[in-house]
């Protein structure tokens, strides 16, 4: 009776405290308050788990430690991933090392071999290439160590025992932004793909998504496709080029919100009209649709995956057995009228 008492108490403390608190802050401060957050947490899993059988308990009331790695913190899907994972890890108590890609397949296989040899709660990874890191993953799988997947296929073979993945579906996310475009293209013209790295399994569903549209649209000519890998100086070379070699470009399919944009840039020097779409829904590409300078994009939720990948790794390091081996992160075209309400999900770290 005591027990419940000071656990009312406590849960009545803090709904108060919450309701003159951002959101952030109000968790930043469960965060700072370490041992009595953590007695907290144990009550309320511990009364859950009389009533509900252990569904909508507290997810881990112990710190866990965890190693995340994706693409390239220049790209800014990979850079808006991490700042989410690490305020998700400060709210749920998980310490998180980030080993950063570089945008090199060789830097994140060194950087895997380095995870492999430490001591891992769960470990997050969103690959470069794939088959590329199936030796230190294995490794520590075989140590017990929890592994998710972001985005990016891990094991082409799905041979190897990972948890989960969390991710969007890239065909259809090629297929509805190149589809949105050539609608905007009025069905006829002439369009440029600019591809992420061939090894990229997000890249090679985005190429399938755009084919498949291309075939629904007899009256659209690719003229050009080419890899520029999410680097934007090298998506300005190629764009340069083609628009000297070409007159009558009538649209850019861009794999990323970051080249598209770049490209935008270098069309609007040359002074040329051609429309553009993109993928990821970044702030930059959203307010870019809302303002007419590029036709579409659709949301690769950044957020949900990275966030997803924390909390299915506190899950899987505290026990629970029933994790689906993928999970869609999936996520909305953009338009004039949902770009805003985007925005300001991915400002809270939701979306």
């Not at 945008?103 to 794939?130: E, R, T």
């Not at 399938?208 to 659209?220: E, S, T």
């Amino acid at each position: 009776m005591m027990r419940d008492m000071a656990r009312e108490e406590s849960l009545h403390s803090i709904n108060e405290a919450s309701s003159n608190l951002p959101r952030r802050a109000f968790m930043a401060g469960l965060g700072i308050a370490g041992a009595s957050f953590s007695t907290l947490l144990a009550a309320c899993n511990e009364s859950a788990s009389q009533t509900t059988g252990g569904v909508g308990n507290p997810p881990n009331v112990q710190r866990l430690k965890a190693a995340f790695t994706n693409d390239d913190l220049t790209n800014t899907w990979c850079a808006q991933g991490k700042q989410v994972a690490e305020a998700w890890g400060r709210w749920f108590g998980v310490d998180i090392t980030w080993y950063d890609g570089g945008g090199s397949v060789d830097q994140q296989i060194q950087a895997l071999a380095d995870i492999a040899s430490k001591q891992w709660d769960f470990v997050a990874i969103q690959a470069l290439g794939v088959d590329t890191l199936i030796d230190s993953v294995t490794q520590m799988i075989n140590k017990g160590v929890s592994v998710i997947q972001m985005d990016t296929v891990i094991d082409s073979s799905n041979s190897t025992n990972i948890t989960t993945f969390l991710g969007a579906d890239n065909v259809y996310m090629g297929e509805v932004s190149s589809t949105a475009l050539f609608e905007k293209m009025g069905g006829k013209g002439k369009v440029i793909m600019t591809e992420g790295p061939l090894s990229h399994t997000g890249a090679q569903g985005r190429t399938r998504g755009f084919y498949q549209a291309l075939a629904k649209y007899p009256n659209i000519e690719l003229l050009e496709h080419a890899p520029a890998d999410w680097d934007v100086k090298k998506v300005a070379q190629l764009w340069e080029n083609y628009l000297s070699e070409y007159q009558d470009i009538g649209g850019g399919f861009f794999h990323n919100d970051d080249m598209a944009l770049a490209a935008v840039q270098v069309i609007q020097k040359a002074k040329r009209s051609i429309s553009v779409s993109g993928i990821d829904a970044m702030p930059p590409a959203i307010q870019a649709v809302i303002d007419g300078t590029m036709v579409a994009t659709v949301r690769n939720p950044s957020g949900r995956v990275h966030w997803g990948a924390l909390v299915m790794g506190i899950l899987a390091s505290t026990g629970v057995k029933n994790i689906p081996k993928y999970i869609l992160a999936d996520g909305p075209v953009v338009t004039q009228e949902n770009g805003p309400g985007l925005i300001f999900m991915e400002d809270q770290f939701l979306l």
